[in-house]
């Protein structure tokens, strides 16, 4: 499978909509990818049951994900992750967001395929700030939603809290051919903490990248560290 991303949006045009969206810098952006494109990954997600998939379940998480090593995945999924890495995608984040010099990770630590089964959360955190490896800092989240006929009482809405973490800004409903990207700081805050409603058999699918720049403003500095899941007021218990 070969294919031109076609991104189907003028990042210049939303630049202004990305850096003033509150309660960080995201837009929500629905059709970006050419449907057939997602179809194609879709077909070739992995079920839940498949033992590539690292399972974290746990007060903070419940989820399958991490699957993005791609001599893992399927060839459409593995091209798919590969033109999300290539310059044509990182200079639409660059017009985007205004971030220059952006860099993907090849080795998707974190990222590539997530899945969430009925049940399933991610509570209110702030994403690790620095790859060890690459030793360059967290800059953006991109995440692509793979979820047709999803209904908005299944759940799994992505939302966006405030910076005092006293409410939800935002809450995105995850469904087919939807992309968030969104600043990766210190109070980005985001997660979807209300257990999955969802039929039986039917499950969250997203695909997950981040990207990294030498530096970031002095603003936005802080010391190395893992993901940050504060006390949050009015969260799910």
């Not at 690292?54 to 989820?63: G, I, L, P, T």
């Not at 970031?216 to 802080?222: A, K, L, N, T």
Request: aromatic share 10%; charged share 25%.
């Amino acid at each position: 499978m070969g294919f031109d991303l076609a991104l189907r949006a003028d990042p210049g045009e939303l630049k202004n909509r990305f850096v003033s969206a509150r309660p960080f810098p995201h837009i929500v952006l629905d059709g970006l990818f050419p449907d057939e494109v997602l179809d194609e990954v879709l077909a070739a997600f992995p079920a839940p049951a498949d033992p590539r998939w690292q399972s974290f379940d746990n007060a903070r998480e419940k989820k399958l994900g991490n699957l993005g090593s791609l001599l893992d995945v399927h060839p459409a999924v593995s091209v798919f992750l590969k033109a999300l890495n290539a310059p044509p995608m990182l200079a639409f984040l660059e017009q985007l967001t205004g971030i220059s010099g952006l860099q993907p990770d090849s080795g998707f630590g974190g990222g590539g395929l997530h899945q969430i089964v009925r049940g399933g959360f991610l509570k209110i955190h702030a994403d690790f700030n620095w790859h060890p490896r690459l030793k360059l800092d967290r800059r953006l989240n991109m995440l692509i939603y793979l979820n047709k006929d999803w209904r908005e009482e299944y759940g799994g809405h992505l939302e966006l809290w405030s910076r005092d973490l006293k409410h939800p800004e935002r809450s995105i409903l995850p469904i087919f051919n939807r992309t968030v990207i969104f600043a990766t700081t210190d109070f980005s805050f985001h997660g979807h903490p209300r257990p999955l409603s969802c039929p039986e058999g039917t499950t969250r699918k997203s695909v997950s990248l981040y990207y990294y720049s030498d530096g970031r403003p002095e603003e936005e500095r802080s010391s190395p560290h893992d993901t940050l899941f504060p006390q949050v007021q009015g969260e799910p218990s």
